[in-house]
């Protein structure tokens, strides 16, 4: 096999990687002991923290197959590398080796899922054992394992053998482990490096103060880190092993541990529920779950049995189970079952199908144990500013080599100083000086009602310029109100009803159908269900009865949930149904039994029941959900001809839609049939009957939030799973699509009968009036003024809108379209929850940074795949969202931007600061080093920890600005304005220091300092008795005390405050540096200090800090120095940058953001970016923009076939697919 080979495991996933086989060389491995032993184990320090490296500088190529250790590398943007260990496995010891033990645990389960089960598992062990048929070889990666495939010639997941035991272990590291990883954390090694430094240099006071600093800062990160892993493990632990029975052959059961549970076992769920240990699919019964744990959603979920396939209904048999598409026949691990359905001596069963980490909730645990790097440019510069100031640490360790064997300093001391250059450019206080503005913004953002479980994506947010918003429930109420409803009779639509609570209309069958389509329950005696089946019932004051458990026990058969009329409602002289009824004695009772239950389908779009009327033979089927999907079940000649007209007038006015239809069913269908009988069997030639017009208020809060984020620049996108219309409607009212604007709905058809795949261009008409409760006047919003280019005209007035169905078709067979669409796609109807996550994909692909805002219940996936993901669930449920708020309003979408940019600039501010402060003190010490002298110890002292630390965590507490604006802030350090602020501050320190060490020499009373000069006494000042002070000092080995030291020590400790005030900008990101008190509080008492001590000496002080006596005459003058650099770092700062630079050159990175504040919503200024990146390639230097969008946008001004024209189509190309990937399978 050749030794080169690489394969791909997990194909096709969020977890994709490529592999690499290696086996250990002991030549290779001898070298590495030599280097490790030369370098006094800094090498294996290096290798611990490079995989690569490690495995590479040890092991040999080999072929997979054979290999002792694999190396990993993520498909992903991030490549990073991880290796694992090749482990062997015994079939022998194994106690699942015997196909025979595990097919005995399986009975009484439907034949596809358990009939074959024991030939399958003989299968799987010739499968992974041809070669070694005593031991299997396999690697564990993020716990789980992954085994060799002899078929496939590579590892993959296994799914009938050797599942291992059935639990979730979220393993608390023990304390010494954790601080083991803590300390050799490079920035922790690089700390003590310095301080074995600093101490042979005898500076043991600063060194002191740096092992304080970091002994809290790792017993701080300890204490975090483990109380998030107790918080987890107490989280997964809670309900993990817990006793439960299961069947046996011959109709046994066994209580056994759930740990114990493995795929194939038929598990008994008990009659008072239970919380499941285990990913299971019903098999017999019904299950009322609460799924809040992993959805957000806190309404009961009905789960029915899976469809027995032995009763072939049109192929069914041949239909695969799988958890996501049988998602409403399966019970996942962690929900919570609290009511059970069952048949009298018949349990309600379910076979376990996933067990550990492969559950639904372990894949969750997974995620967060886990997690993906967070990518922004941000941290990448910052890793590249870091570089570039060990580059400028090696100049000056080099300089200090060179400058020191030319003035024959010994050896020891040449070491020591050229190291300890580094230790001052790299400074070690940078990660937490970070880190303190993202903690004061999580600070900010609890008080307003904001959890964050991410505090890193707090920056990210400060670049969001997208906002795709959930419509039910975020930019709408949560309840639907009943506004009406539309029979039909004779196939005709008769008037609007308001009132559907009345005696004329108790037994018509469109009150029936609206008793019985439900999947409502009584919990705990109160009615709960679905939102919107709960507004139907109760609109019709119908009241609903379930068998208790002794009435079930009582019958051969499930006692049916039953509902009725209140007695008011019914006509006293009236018989309830046929004249031939059994229970003729009890003629004003009216009962309906609800017989079998097809619960409600996002993929089919709709619901159904079977019933029967007391008394009725005959039973009937009613059947509720989508007005087309029903449309297209029910018999052609029961629909009105009006009915696409009707439907139109309704959902353009922003109404939600739903259709009922009924049909009597043939009376040979027995009970026991219909429990059996496939919904398609009963779904088909429906009488249609009429539609319910159920109205979604906006909330009040909804258009001005809209209208801040427009202004912002902010683009906005509705992603929904209501009806396109309904959804194009609520968009028009609360501002998203302007009245003005033309919507172009995208309708994408997939292949079919040997034809491609194509997309019909529909135009909507953007000429219909908004419905009455639109929130927004359209007179209030700014509109854009008429051009005289067509391409102008179409470029900024157009949005698309398309279903989740077209969505997927343009995915798959348009893949040139998707970016186009995404410049300007705005609704999104009928999206499925893994269609919400691709459309974020495919806005980040184009360089947007996506904030998405949902409710939590079925946006999951998309608000851990956002940059910025809020739910506005208050349960914690969405362990995946980032931010969480407290108040379900999309108010917080503006609120966690502002606070993001706040932060985000609170990073550029600090960061810029401790690189300016890196920089000062690197080129004091060096031009000290040139007179062979250094900073004192209580300098060093001084100024890290009373001017630094306090003004790094003090400038860091600066609030969020007031108010969204356009212009945003930039997104890495690599960008003009942010290089330019810290290089002219560079230059203005270095030379304003430059002119103070070097002036010092050029003074009258100067000399090469000694212990018995008297500078002060030559200019007869008053502050010449001192002079005897100094003159007492004890011997200063470090040529510490002299001019040169005392002069750079004061300019360059006001240097400090000077950028720190300079960099602490406000307006319009952060309130201004006035309001931060504590900042300013610390800066005027280090100014008022420092200059006491520079113009006033006091001698304790002086002594401590090892500062020489200079003339008053000198100390006026520094301070004149002090004076002029302050006025031009200001200056430079605010005027020629703020003023200059942000407008003329910084303009061009917010491609015209900023001179389209007031103008435009998000769509237009869109476009407008558009036309500035066009006019700034062809007039001003020919710049191309960096964001995918922006140049797209440019591209698309000159492009002549677009938008569509209205009325077409566009057909895709033939594409001839590659074969050769292989099929991944895991196992945990």
């Known amino acids: 096999m050749d030794k080169e080979e690489r394969k791909t495991i997990n194909q096709g996933q969020e977890d994709e990687m490529e592999i690499y086989g290696y086996n250990l060389c002991r030549w290779k491995l001898a070298i590495v002991s030599l280097g490790v032993v030369c370098t006094g184990g800094f090498l294996l320090l290096l290798l611990y923290w490079m995989p690569e490296w490690r495995v590479k500088a040890t092991c040999i190529r080999a072929a997979i197959k054979d290999c002792e250790v694999v190396l990993l590398r993520t498909t992903d943007e991030f490549r990073m590398w991880f290796c694992a260990k090749i482990r062997l496995l015994s079939l022998k010891t194994h106690p699942f080796s015997s196909p025979k033990s595990m097919a005995n645990k399986v009975s009484n389960g439907h034949a596809v899922l358990t009939e074959n089960l024991a030939e399958e598992n003989r299968h799987e062990i010739s499968k992974y054992s041809q070669t070694q048929s005593e031991q299997i070889r396999y690697f564990t990666h993020h716990s789980v394992k992954y085994f060799w495939n002899d078929t496939l010639h590579n590892f993959d997941f296994l799914k009938k053998l050797l599942y291992g ?29 310095s301080v074995i430094l600093w101490c042979t240099d005898e500076y043991y006071y600063y060194a002191l103060a740096i092992v304080i600093m970091s002994v809290v800062s790792i017993l701080s990160s300890l204490y975090s880190i483990k109380k998030q892993y107790i918080m987890l493990h107490d989280m997964v632990a809670a309900h993990s092993t817990v006793r439960v029975s299961v069947c046996r052959v011959n109709e046994e059961r066994e209580e056994i541990f759930s740990t114990d549970l493995v795929p194939g076992d038929v598990m008994v769920i008990p009659l008072n529920g239970t919380i499941m240990p285990c990913d299971a699919v019903l098999i ?161 953002l609890k008080k307003i009602g904001i959890f964050c479980i991410s505090p890193q994506r707090i920056n990210i947010c400060g670049q969001l310029n997208l906002v795709c918003f959930d419509k039910t429930g975020t930019l709408t109420e949560d309840g639907l109100d009943l506004w009406g409803i539309q029979r039909v009779e004779n196939t005709r639509f008769l008037l609007p009803e308001e009132n559907v609570c009345n005696e004329m209309l108790v037994k018509s069958q469109f009150v029936a159908c609206m008793a019985t389509c439900h999947s409502l329950t009584k ?147 027995t009970w026991h049939k219909v429990q059996n009988i496939s919904r398609d069997a009963i779904e088909n030639n429906m009488d249609f009957m009429g539609l319910i017009i159920m109205q979604n208020k906006l909330k009040r809060e909804t258009p001005a939030v ?6 912002a620049n902010i683009r906005t996108v509705m992603v929904t799973g209501d009806n396109m219309l309904t959804a194009v409607s609520v968009a028009r009212d609360c501002g998203m699509i302007l009245p003005q604007d033309k919507v172009i709905i995208a309708e994408a058809l997939p292949p079919k009968d040997g034809k491609v795949a194509k997309i019909n261009w529909h ?112 349960l914690e449920a969405s362990v995946a969202s980032p931010f969480t708020s407290k108040t379900p309003s999309i108010s917080c979408v503006p ?8 932060a985000l600039m609170t990073s550029f501010c600090v960061f810029k600061f401790m690189a300016l402060y890196s920089i000062i003190q690197y080129f004091s010490v060096t031009l000290l080093y040139s007179v062979l002298s250094n900073l004192g110890d209580f300098q060093f002292l001084f100024i890290d920890l009373a001017i630094i630390l306090v003004v790094v965590f003090t400038m860091s507490l600066n609030p969020a600005w007031k108010e969204l604006v356009a212009q945003r802030p930039p997104s890495g350090l690599i960008s003009g304005a942010l290089l330019f602020s810290v290089l002219s501050q560079i230059i203005i320190s270095i030379g304003f220091q430059s002119l103070g060490f070097f002036w010092v020499k050029q003074q009258p009373w100067y000399e090469i300092w000694h212990p018995h000069s008297d500078a002060c006494n030559t200019t007869g000042s008053l502050y010449g008795n001192f002079s005897h002070l100094y003159n007492e000092t004890e011997d200063d080995p470090h040529n510490i005390q002299n001019y040169e030291n005392t002069t750079v020590f004061f300019i360059s400790s006001f240097q400090y405050l000077i950028v720190a005030i300079a960099f602490s900008k406000g307006k319009p990101f952060r309130q201004p540096c006035y309001k931060n008190y504590l900042f300013v509080l610390s800066v005027i008492i280090l100014y008022v200090f420092i200059l006491f001590i520079m113009l006033h000496p ?55 953001e900023y001179r389209f504040t007031t103008t435009q919503p998000a769509q237009e200024s869109v476009d407008y970016w558009g036309k500035c990146c066009l006019s700034c390639a062809l007039d001003c230097r020919k710049k191309i923009p960096k964001a995918k969008y922006m140049y797209l946008a440019q591209e698309l001004l000159v492009d002549p076939e677009w938008p569509p024209k209205p009325q077409t189509t566009t057909e895709a190309k033939a594409l001839v697919k590659e074969n050769g990937s292989c099929q991944i399978i895991t196992i945990t």
């Open 706 to 711: 809209l209208e801040d984020l427009h202004k």
């Open 895 to 902: 609120n966690l931007i502002r606070e993001g940019r706040a």
């Open 1098 to 1152: 006091v001698a304790p002080i002086d002594q401590a800090l090892q500062i020489v006596c200079v003339p008053y005459q000198w100390r006026i003058t520094m301070l004149i120095i002090v004076l002029v650099n302050a006025l031009v770092s200001i200056m430079v700062e605010n005027f020629c940058l703020d003023m200059v630079l942000w407008k003329v050159v910084f303009n061009r990175d917010r491609q015209g």
């Open 165 to 193: 035991i059935n639990e979730i272990s979220v393993k608390v590291p023990s304390v010494f482990k954790l601080l083991i990883k803590e300390v050799l954390n490079p920035f922790y090694i690089f700390q003590l490096f």
């Open 284 to 444: 017999n019964g019904t299950c009322i779950v609460n799924e809040s744990m992993l959805t957000g959603e806190s309404v009961p979920v009905t789960k029915t049995n899976l469809p027995n396939p032995s009763v072939d209904v049109k192929g069914m048999g041949d239909e695969l189970y799988s958890p996501e598409i049988h998602k409403r026949h399966t019970l996942f691990c962690g929900t919570t079952v609290i009511q059970t359905r069952f048949y009298t001596g018949e349990l309600v069963k379910a076979i376990v199908v996933r067990t550990g980490f492969s559950t639904s909730k372990g894949q969750l645990v997974r995620s967060i144990l886990y997690p993906k790097p967070t990518d922004f440019k941000l941290y990448r510069d910052a890793y590249l500013f870091l570089l570039c100031l060990v580059a400028v640490a090696a100049i000056g360790f080099i300089y200090t080599i060179i400058n020191s064997i030319l003035n024959e300093v010994e050896i020891g001391v040449i070491i020591i100083e050229s190291l300890d250059i580094i230790t001052i450019t790299v400074p070690p206080a940078l990660p937490a000086a970070m880190t303190a503005g993202i903690v004061y913004a999580q600070r900010r």
């Open 763 to 874: 135009y909507a008409d953007t000429l219909t009036q908004c419905s009455n409760s639109s929130a927004i006047d359209s007179e209030a919003i700014p509109i854009k003024s008429v051009h005289d280019s067509l391409e102008d005209l179409q470029v900024s007035r157009y949005h698309f809108a398309m279903n989740g169905k077209s969505f997927s078709v343009i995915l798959e067979h348009f893949q040139d379209l998707v970016p186009k669409l995404m410049l300007h796609g705005t609704v999104f109807a009928r999206m499925a929850p893994d269609q919400k996550t691709q459309l974020v994909e495919a806005l980040q692909n184009v360089d947007y940074f996506v904030g998405m805002c949902g409710d939590g219940a079925n946006d999951c996936g998309a608000l851990k795949r956002a940059h910025g993901g809020i739910s506005l669930s208050e």
């Open 523 to 669: 919990i705990e005696g109160v009615l709960s269900g679905d939102p919107l089946d709960l507004k139907m019932f109760e609109a019709i004051g119908w009241i609903l009865e379930e068998a208790t458990e002794e009435e079930t026990a009582l019958h051969n058969r499930i006692m049916p949930t039953v509902v009725r009329p209140p007695k008011q409602l019914l006509p006293e002289s009236t018989p309830a149904g046929d004249q031939e009824m059994e229970l003729f004695e009890l003629p004003a009772i009216y009962e309906i039994g609800i017989v079998r239950q097809f619960p409600f389908s996002s993929a089919l779009q709709r619901m159904s029941v079977v019933a029967r009327v007391l008394g009725d033979k005959k039973m009937d089927a009613y059947m509720k959900g989508a007005p087309e999907v029903i449309a297209s079940l029910c018999k052609p000649e029961t629909i009105p001809v009006d009915f696409e007209n009707v439907l139109e007038d309704y959902t353009k006015q922003g109404f939600r839609v739903i259709a009922l239809a009924h049909r009597k069913l043939e009376s040979k269908l």
